[in-house]
């Protein structure tokens, strides 16, 4: 249950951030993604993280899938910091000496800086997830100028991911029915058993691909290259006041940066 | 005086690419407007690829040999555009499972109208009755990964109508559906032939329950059309049925077993309730009158 | 017979890890060789209960034992050999590169010899009807090819409880006359049998027990001819009758049955019982 966490993360609720029009999320999870990179001030950044996460609790997210999104982008930054000092270790003071592991107090905070830019750029896209639908979702991307074939594929992919982890659950129970045991032996024996669980995954995954595209090809897919959109997304005047004002706040640092260097 | 058959079948026959045998043998039928054709056949009889050669898939879009003729009302699939064919010819595939893909029933039905870029208004016109044809309509905002099985075997039919078919073809609906979802389902197209004249064409492996709704039954084996006839021609032996890998109705088994205990004659069998109960109480009253 | 039941069930319940209560307070005992059919709308629980007798599942509370064992301390794959469980879609366990194989490697994991391997294989695949596919690759089968290879992969395993989902879904009149004789001979063969279907025609010619849940509990248990053939009795369960019951109940004013009637059989012997039928000059 908890896999599906990733990709049908939508809270089924009503909140400022589910008003606003896909479009402008998807504009501002890319801004700042871009962003972060030209901040580097530990304390902006920071600020910028608390401010994120102020913005998604106001989604309405519950706890269970917030800690759960947390902890996937927590893992892989704390082995970031942890890896860190094997590559970095300019600066005053040494904390340890163990050949070529050698974690430096300013080295740490950098590698702190990067995790802190990783969740921020998380977070950014945590929140375009968790207020939009798939169908708008991939409406906005269309709109900024993706294929509909693209959009098409997303949906389906984003529909089908979580039915498809569910049934590598399903076939683990079907073939540990017949004896099959995936949790005992060595990583050799471990390997081998994952084949029986593995190719009928392939093999359902093909067959829906298959019969899928038949379905959509029954319903005209592709029959006019010219296609209408029925629940579509507009824009609103709050839309376009936030999209001025994240190129303008986004322009004004990247300006501050190169102009005085100026310390964010 | 003739009118034109609305689809014609003229010696078509299919092998799918990398494979020997020939799923369809030279076919040949008719289906006259606003038809209850029921195709019957056992695994492999050829059904699923007929209903593809119905909707254009085959011979435009699955590959491999395709040999003959199939004419919507007079014209040719091979020389029909598909968009015009799927407009013709609404089909629904055997798993809804795996057609469906949108956030909510309306979208799911409107995918269909959007693909052929019709205005907004005619879209709109056409989600609303496909919806309240299938009686979806209070289910419009409802993600269809929420729906029961039946309902989402509703939402296929209302999502291949929403094109406003005259044909609407559909590849063994009853088979994951219980009791219940069936005589739905079946109720459903009943209406939909009696409100919109439409010519319904669905498969089955098993003939039970379909005898009582269908106009004509085809009888499939092996790529062959074995038959074609009015349920009371076709639904005679069952034996005859269980060869062809077809379930013959549990009543039509009965009135055999009848006849063999010389309780009715050869000529009444039966198979569906009310006729087999009128031939058993007059029979078994006939008797009753004997000293 | 004073031997302990084969799978014992008590005070059964069951919720999952998003908080769906699947099962709300379930006691149950089922005798060494029963055939049990479990039957109930989407939901009811039944795969929920069915998945507790082989270890997938761990009951929320209350106790499961299959002969005797504590089932929910027993992993599944070690209790392989002695519960089988026939899945819903073939595909979920197809991967071999022939139908023998496929067959052969349910009997390998629960340590048979290779000349057991051999005479089981060869034994179930005929049993099938499937023999003349043994060199085929499974996943290019048909549909209903496809189901009888894992029904003969599980039935070879010969268990002595089996558990069948949906045994006959998707199969056309002959391949389901054959499984249905298979599982006619497990029982024979003394094997305890619960078969889960929708179908009552298959339900009343398999199974002598008739079990139906509804919302985690057991609503109906007994006789399943008796079951099945009343209507207003499954109407309530939301289930129907086969067409032979119905058919029954809509002559019953002007016919004597001496039984209930769940099966063709069942009426041809009520009708002669009552002395009806037997001679040229009765039919008119």
């Known amino acids: 249950m908890a896999r599906t966490a990733l990709v049908d993360i939508f809270v089924p609720k009503q909140s400022p951030l589910h008003r606003v029009d896909p479009r402008i999320k998807i504009i501002s999870a890319i801004l700042l993604t871009v962003l972060c990179f030209f901040l580097s001030n530990l304390l902006v950044l920071i600020a910028l993280l608390l401010f994120l996460q102020a913005l998604i609790w106001s989604t309405g997210v519950n706890l269970r899938t917030y800690s759960s999104s947390f902890w996937l982008v927590a893992r892989f930054s704390i082995i970031l910091m942890i890896v860190w000092p094997f590559f970095d270790h300019l600066g005053e003071p040494v904390l340890l000496d163990l050949w070529i592991y050698k974690p430096t107090v300013p080295a740490l905070l950098r590698a702190l800086t990067v995790a802190i830019r990783i969740f921020a750029i998380a977070s950014g896209w945590l929140m375009l997830l968790l207020t939009t639908k798939h169908g708008q979702l991939v409406r906005g991307f269309v709109k900024l100028g993706c294929p509909y074939d693209f959009g098409i594929s997303l949906s389906i992919a984003l529909r089908y991911l979580p039915n498809f982890l569910g049934t590598i659950d399903q076939i683990k129970e079907a073939q540990a029915s017949r004896g099959l045991d995936t949790s005992k032996g060595d990583l050799v024996k471990r390997a081998r058993n994952m084949i029986p669980v593995l190719i009928p995954t392939f093999a359902i995954a093909f067959r829906a691909i298959e019969g899928l595209s038949e379905a959509l090809l029954s319903r005209g897919y592709g029959a006019n290259p010219v296609r209408t959109y029925y629940r579509d997304i507009k824009m609103r005047a709050s839309d376009f006041t936030i999209l001025v004002s994240l190129v303008f706040i986004a322009s004004f640092v990247v300006m501050m940066k190169f102009l005085g260097g100026a310390s964010f | ?291 | 017979m004073n031997q302990p039941p084969h799978v014992s069930i008590s005070g059964l319940r069951f919720t999952y890890s998003d908080g769906t209560e699947a099962i709300r307070g379930v006691d149950l005992d089922i005798r060494h060789g029963e055939r049990i059919g479990l039957a109930g709308e989407n939901g009811c629980g039944k795969t929920t209960l069915c998945k507790h007798m082989n270890g997938l599942l761990s009951p929320s509370e209350g106790r499961i034992t299959v002969d005797g064992m504590d089932a929910s301390r027993m992993r599944t794959p070690e209790i392989a050999g002695k519960v089988g469980y026939l899945f819903q879609n073939p595909d979920h366990q197809l991967f071999c590169s022939t139908v023998y194989d496929e067959v052969a490697f349910g009997l390998r994991n629960i340590g048979l010899d290779d000349g057991n391997i051999k005479r089981r294989t060869e034994r179930y695949l005929g049993m099938l009807g499937i023999d003349n596919l043994s060199s085929v690759t499974p996943l290019t089968l048909s549909l209903g090819e496809r189901r009888l290879v894992t029904i003969a992969s599980i039935l070879a395993m010969e268990q002595e409880l089996l558990i069948l989902d949906e045994p006959v879904a998707w199969l056309d009149a002959k391949q389901t006359a054959v499984v249905a004789n298979a599982i006619k001979q497990a029982g024979r063969e003394g094997r305890t049998t619960i078969s889960v279907s929708h179908n009552m025609k298959f339900m009343a010619e398999l199974t002598d027990r008739l079990i139906v849940m509804s919302q985690g509990r057991i609503i109906l248990d007994g006789n399943t001819k008796d079951i099945v053939s009343d209507p207003a009795a499954m109407s309530r369960a939301g289930l129907v009758s086969p067409p032979v019951s119905l058919l029954t109940e809509s002559i019953k004013g002007a016919v004597q049955f001496t039984r209930k009637v769940a099966t063709n059989e069942d009426f041809v012997g009520c009708l002669r019982d009552s002395r009806i039928g037997g001679g040229a000059h009765g039919a008119r």
């Open chain 2, 1 to 291: 005086m003739l009118t034109m058959p609305t689809i014609s079948i003229n010696r078509a026959s299919f092998r799918y690419r990398g494979q020997e045998g020939r799923a369809l043998s030279e076919v040949s039928f008719d289906v006259q407007r606003g038809e209850f054709l029921a195709l019957l056949g056992g695994d492999g009889a050829g059904k699923s690829t007929l209903c593809k050669a119905l909707n254009g898939l085959i011979p435009h879009h699955i590959k491999g040999e395709f040999s003959g003729d199939v004419l919507l009302e007079g014209r040719n699939t091979r020389d029909l555009p598909v968009m015009e064919i799927v407009a013709k010819v609404g089909l629904a595939l055997q798993d809804p499972e795996t057609q469906l893909f949108t956030d909510s029933v309306e979208e799911e039905v409107a995918f269909a109208p959007e693909n052929l870029g019709l205005p907004w208004a005619e879209i709109d016109y056409r989600v609303k009755r496909a919806l309240e044809s299938t009686g979806m309509s209070a289910l419009a905002e409802k993600s269809p990964s929420a729906l029961s099985g039946g309902q989402k075997q509703r939402l296929a039919i209302a999502s291949a109508i929403s094109m406003m078919p005259s044909i609407l073809v559909l590849d063994e609906p009853l088979s994951m559906l219980d009791p219940r979802g069936r005589a739905g389902l079946l109720s459903l197209l009943d209406s939909l032939r009696k409100e919109r004249g439409i010519t319904v064409i669905l498969t089955s492996n098993t003939a039970e329950e379909i005898a009582a709704h269908c106009d004509r039954i085809a009888l499939l084996s092996q790529g062959k059309l074995i038959s074609i006839g009015r349920p009371e021609e076709m639904l005679t032996s069952s034996k005859r049925l269980t060869d062809l890998s077809i379930e013959p109705p549990q009543l039509l088994e009965l009135s055999h077993m009848l006849v063999d205990e010389k309780i009715i004659r050869s000529e009444q069998i039966f198979f569906d309730e009310k006729t087999g109960a009128n031939r058993i109480l007059s029979a078994i009253g006939g008797r009753s009158a004997q000293p």
